[in-house]
T-cell receptor, first 114, second 113 residues
Framework: DSGVTQTPKHLITATGQRVTLRCSPR?????VYWYQQSLDQGLQFLIQ???????AKGNILERFSAQQFPDLHSELNLSSLELGDSALYFC?????????????FGEGSRLTVL | DQQVKQNSPSLSVQEGRISILNCDYT??????FLWYKKYPAEGPTFLIS?????DKNEDGRFTVFLNKSAKHLSLHIVPSQPGDSAVYFC????????????FGSGTQLTVLP
């Protein structure tokens, strides 16, 4: 158990819809990262928050947005969903921002867009 | 453009033998490298890392080798155990990237009893 909690674990929805994925980081971790893993692909970095503020953006579509709340949990909002958005979405957390090191990943939220 | 490549989608090894997983990268700015292991229905978990100032890092049965001139790293598992069967992801980060890791596509390792 990494200590990172993601909900829901599975989600099935239709094209054009909007969904929200939720992540609670490990206790004490201030940084939250979102990654997308499509079929047979590596994990693609989407976005990072640190203590409530956006820190870095990766390959995140404009239809996607995220935020980190004062209690440090984070939500990833995916709108106008397309078939290609079907993927595993992982949240990860870490203590600090600047130094490299390990991330602690949640179990992921599997999104299926029909 | 895949900056981190794991060219072998799968690898099968007999229990007790050595497993060697390979990873190539193209970005010269990468200076920190990690291996993550992932079991089905779980998130990736950190396994071992290496900084570019080293060419080898060892942790028990796991050793990571880095060849900067070839932009290549490898993970050696000796001896391999059935519990090592998992997907292994190579990841890399440039200096000061605050852990915005670039991941490879993973290699499925199967250790046969």
């Amino acid at each position: 158990d990494s200590g990172v909690t993601q909900t829901p674990k599975h989600l099935i929805t239709a094209t054009g819809q909007r969904v929200t994925l939720r992540c609670s980081p490990r206790s004490g971790d201030l940084s939250v990262y979102w990654y997308q893993q499509s079929l047979d692909q590596g994990l693609q970095f989407l976005i990072q928050y640190y203590n409530g503020e956006e820190r870095a953006k990766g390959n995140i579509l404009e239809r996607f947005s995220a935020q980190q709340f004062p209690d440090l949990h984070s939500e990833l909002n995916l709108s106008s969903l397309e078939l290609g958005d079907s993927a595993l979405y992982f949240c990860a957390s870490s203590v600090a921002v600047a130094n490299t090191g390990e991330l602690f990943f949640g179990e992921g939220s599997r999104l299926t867009v029909l | 453009d895949q900056q981190v490549k794991q060219n072998s989608p799968s690898l099968s090894v007999q229990e007790g033998r050595i497993s060697i997983l390979n990873c190539d990268y193209t970005n010269s700015m990468f200076d920190y490298f990690l291996w993550y292991k992932k079991y089905p229905a779980e998130g990736p978990t950190f396994l071992i890392s290496i900084s570019s100032i080293k060419d080898k890092n060892e942790d028990g049965r796991f050793t990571v080798f880095l060849n900067k001139s070839a932009k290549h790293l490898s993970l050696h598992i000796v001896p391999s155990q059935p519990g090592d069967s998992a997907v292994y992801f190579c990841a890399a980060a440039p200096t000061g990237s605050a852990r915005q890791l670039t991941f490879g596509s993973g290699t499925q390792l199967t250790v046969l009893p």
